[in-house]
């Protein structure tokens, strides 16, 4: 049976990504997002589940540093979660003086703590879960957790609901080998990284390959390139698939441009909106162009 390695422990959003991603394989929980990609670079899982963006803190760059280095890795399916978040505690706490959570999950809450629990220190686990277990295990007074973490730490319930930007929302991505892509729908996302040249205007030649071709970004986020002070890599999503003559259009033409890039992925859209076509920037109008110009090589037309 097929297994998905998911960022975990059990009752982290993620788990939650990994269930409404999932069809029959075993989901399987692992400590860090690192460890996540890595059992699918090892054959020890078919597929990783992981968090890459949240509308409200941005990236989550340990996923994007981990994409763009050592064995590629592709997305074929990606999630969407509101995120509200429970605060559970200790039975025997009177007032919590530490709060522990994800990073990602303290930037959500900030204004909520400093609100509600104005004594309480803000402590970093490396999940949502995990802090819920260091609660368990006394390390902590609370942790800010998904709601579905009460169902695997019996705590105590001090609130639930907890957001400061309501409507707020985690994207997750199903992560495997390259190999066969999904099939286009018309409402997909493509991801790439690439680093383009240290000189004036090479970011700006970059995009306007995408521009030039009617291509609507959804995201863009630069990382370093670790140990190049000062060099950076730029993970671009983009509506669109692969398999699209405008999108082929445009990674060809990145290809050339770019010291270095990396395809991450074509895919359906988890809100299913579908991909923005400005006029004479359909798949048509390129296929249409491209016969054109076979037919003017040819001699048959001008
Ligand atoms: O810790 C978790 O529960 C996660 O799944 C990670 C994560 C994140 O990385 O953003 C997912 C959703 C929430 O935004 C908070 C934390």
């Known amino acids: 049976m097929s297994r998905i390695a998911y960022f975990g422990p059990q009752g982290t959003f993620t788990e939650q990504a990994a269930r409404s991603l999932a069809g029959d394989e075993e989901l399987f929980p692992v400590e860090t997002i690192s460890a996540a990609l890595t059992s699918v670079r ?4 078919d597929a990783a589940c992981v968090p890459v963006e949240n509308s409200v803190e941005g990236p989550v760059t340990a996923t994007l540093d981990g994409l763009a280095e ?10 969407l979660l509101p ?8 039975e ?14 303290l930037a959500q809450v900030r204004l909520w703590l400093e609100r509600n629990l104005p004594e ?39 609130a ?17 080998p390259p190999g066969r892509l999904p099939e286009p729908t018309g409402a997909d996302r493509t991801s790439i990284v690439a680093a383009a040249a240290n000189r004036t205007g090479a970011l700006a030649e970059l995009l306007s390959e995408l521009a030039t071709r009617g291509i609507n970004l959804t995201r863009l986020d630069a990382r370093p390139i670790k140990g190049n002070f000062g060099m950076y890599r730029f993970f671009i999503d983009f509506e669109g698939h692969v398999a699209e003559p405008r999108i082929g259009g ?23 909106v579908a991909a923005t076509i400005e006029p004479g920037a359909a798949n048509d109008d390129f296929v249409n162009a491209d016969a054109w110009v076979d037919a003017v090589r040819k001699g048959e037309l001008a």
């Open 42 to 45: 090892k054959g020890e899982a």
């Open 70 to 79: 050592e064995a590629p890795l592709v997305a074929v399916a990606e999630a």
């Open 83 to 90: 995120v509200h978040f429970t605060v559970l505690a200790r």
């Open 92 to 105: 025997d706490v009177e007032t919590v003086r530490t709060v522990a959570s994800h990073p990602h999950a």
């Open 120 to 158: 309480a220190r803000p402590v970093v686990a490396s999940s949502t879960a995990a802090a819920a277990v260091a609660v368990q295990r006394g390390e902590y007074d609370a942790a800010v957790t998904a709601p579905v973490a009460v169902e695997h730490y019996p705590l105590r319930v001090l």
């Open 160 to 176: 639930t609901g907890v957001a400061d930007v309501p409507d707020a929302r985690t994207r997750f991505l199903l992560l495997r």
């Open 250 to 272: 445009a990674l060809a033409a990145l290809r050339r441009r770019c010291n270095n890039v990396r395809f991450l992925g074509s895919h359906p859209r988890a809100d299913g």
